[in-house]
């Protein structure tokens, strides 16, 4: 695609809910990372994928949280058992594997009510 | 570990103004700086993007600087406009084997005409 995907752009949900969050990065690229923002915050590393590399995990906040990367492409990030202080936009980048600029995606903002 | 202020954290001026935004970070071995725009409710827009090389990055009405040795960029948005209002957002990219940019908090933007 032209550029990094998300969905659902919005999503509420009851606490004690799972949620999955999709991303689908610039085709090409190689890096992906989340990142998460709370109201009124600064962005928060979450998670980074490189390749066929191993994540980068060293920011998801609990065990709550987890993310895969599907042949390369396409990015799940899955909230198990929400809680209301999960709720924040969750944004997704790209870049190419030289590791230049980086794109972002629309973000999913979420709610856990 | 990297660390990205963005001072100040918030400015309002009449249209017409030329503006400086300031970005520092605490090590100066970076690959990188990225700075970003984000409209309320949406993603991050990329702008200017700097390599560890160039001292400055020019779009439009945009100029990015980049003094390494001291630490800082700055972002300059000459003649602003209502529709700049915005938060700008920097984020540093290290060189010492960490993938991941950094982010500051922001400095939101508001032109009133």
């Known amino acids: 695609g032209a550029g990094v995907s998300q969905s659902p752009s919005n999503k509420v949900t009851e606490k004690g809910k799972d949620v999955e969050l999709r991303c689908d990065p610039i085709s090409g690229h190689t890096a992906l990372y989340w990142y998460r923002q709370s109201l009124g915050q600064g962005l928060e590393f979450l998670i980074y994928?490189?390749?066929?590399?191993?994540?980068?995990k060293s920011g998801l906040p609990s065990d709550r949280f987890s993310a895969e990367r599907t042949g390369g492409s396409v990015s799940t990030l899955t909230i198990q058992r929400t809680q209301q202080e999960d709720s924040a936009v969750y944004l997704c980048?790209?870049?190419?594997?030289?590791?230049?600029?980086?794109?972002f995606g629309q973000g999913t903002r979420l709610t856990v009510v | 570990k990297q660390e990205v202020t963005q001072i100040p954290a918030a400015l309002s001026v009449p249209e017409g103004e030329n503006l400086v935004l300031n970005c520092s970070f605490t090590?100066?071995?970076?690959?990188?700086l990225q700075w970003f725009r984000q409209d309320p409710g949406k993603g991050l827009t990329s702008l200017l993007l700097i390599q560890s090389s160039q001292r400055e990055q020019t779009s439009g009405r945009l100029n990015a600087s980049l003094d390494k040795s001291s630490g800082r960029s700055t972002l300059y948005i000459a003649a602003s406009q209502p529709g700049d209002s915005a938060t700008y957002l920097c984020a540093v990219l290290s060189s010492g084997g960490s993938y991941i940019p950094t982010f500051g908090r922001g400095t939101s933007l508001i032109v009133h005409p």
């Open positions: 994928f490189q390749g066929n590399s191993a994540p980068d």
């Open positions: 090590d100066s071995a970076i690959y990188n």
């Open positions: 980048a790209s870049s190419t594997q030289d590791r230049t600029e980086a794109f």
